[in-house]
């Protein structure tokens, strides 16, 4: 009997242990915490204090570096007055290189803020990023020599076209011209020194590039100077990041009463172009396409 007494209570003690853990447990085990709020992407540029802007290293007159190690270019001038209107100083941007097939990955790893690098506006692009309204437009062209002239897209069946990766013109010929061979390079570089090596009897880019490109290379003409639709191209961030994008269309709105898209290209564009383009067929002011 007394052996009974004793196991019946140990039991009751372990039983009552058993319930004060259980309940220890549940008190100590604290309750998930709640998803932060999102934090502003404008506050994280001002805390760090500069805003990290993609663009071209190889691409005049949109955008390079110069002789000194200084970018330039149409696309950097913009970029350097959002800084100054963000920021209080257009010195605070750090400038980010990037090729044309890294624009979408540089915005999707926060490599940088924003990407101003000729990107064209495209429904597959924005399946990816986020476009703020336009500030020039493009279409595609055809560059190639004066001896060798290629003036119609009949022309380059069986033949070898150079293009850039990443790029619109790499994607229209892929879509409608499958039967034309193309020769594909990640740089701007690359691509013209091939066509100056003859490895491609033309080179299809932005219009707005070539015009430039034959102007300053003898020898060589864009014999095709529109094809396909007529794009926009604009400044993207980061899918999802409304704050920064609204500010952008803000700020291209402002700058369009003070016409600061014509004074880009008076300063950086026209050099390139001389009196043969009319910057009302390139530049867009104020977001909004006339």
């Not at 890294?102 to 940088?112: H, I, P, Y």
């Not at 069946?157 to 990640?186: H, M, Q, R, S, W």
């Given at each position: 009997m007394k052996n009974i007494k004793k196991i019946l209570a140990v039991f009751f003690s372990a039983v009552i242990l058993v319930g004060i853990l259980a309940g220890c447990g549940s008190k100590a085990t604290p309750e998930p915490k709640k998803d932060q709020a999102a934090k502003s992407s404008i506050e994280e540029i001002k805390q760090r204090g500069k805003i990290k802007i993609g663009v071209f290293s190889d691409k005049p007159p949109f955008g390079f570096v110069d002789a000194n190690g200084k970018n330039q270019g149409f696309d950097v001038f913009i970029a350097k007055r959002f800084a100054k209107d963000l920021l209080g100083d257009e010195s605070k941007v750090e400038f980010v290189l990037?090729?044309?097939?890294?624009?979408?990955?540089?915005?999707?790893?926060?490599?940088?803020d924003l990407i101003l690098a000729n990107f064209t506006v495209t429904d597959e692009r924005k399946q990816k990023v986020d476009f703020a309204n336009p500030y020039m437009k493009v279409?595609?062209?055809v560059v190639s020599p004066n001896g060798e002239p290629i003036t119609s897209v009949d022309q380059l069946?069986?033949?070898?076209?150079?293009?850039?990766?990443?790029?619109?013109?790499?994607?229209?010929?892929?879509?409608?011209?499958?039967?034309?061979?193309?020769?594909?390079?990640?740089?701007?570089?690359e691509a013209f020194e091939a066509l100056k090596d003859k490895r491609g009897v033309a080179l299809a880019h932005d219009n707005t590039l070539l015009f430039a490109w034959a102007r300053e290379n003898t020898g060589y003409s864009v014999g095709v100077a529109s094809l396909g639709s007529l794009d926009t191209i604009a400044p993207a961030v980061k899918k999802g990041d409304t704050e920064l994008l609204n500010w952008v269309n803000t700020e291209l709105e402002t700058l369009g009463k003070?016409?600061?898209?014509?004074?880009?290209?008076?300063?950086?564009?026209?050099p390139a172009y001389g009196e043969s383009i009319d910057p009302e067929t390139v530049v867009v002011e104020g977001g909004k396409v006339k």
């Open positions: 990037v090729e044309a097939a890294s624009r979408v990955e540089f915005l999707q790893a926060n490599k940088v279409a595609l062209g069946k069986g033949k070898k076209l150079i293009v850039n990766k990443g790029t619109t013109a790499e994607t229209f010929f892929t879509k409608n011209y499958p039967d034309i061979e193309l020769l594909k390079y990640d740089q701007n570089t003070e016409n600061f898209i014509h004074k880009a290209y008076d300063a950086t564009l026209k």
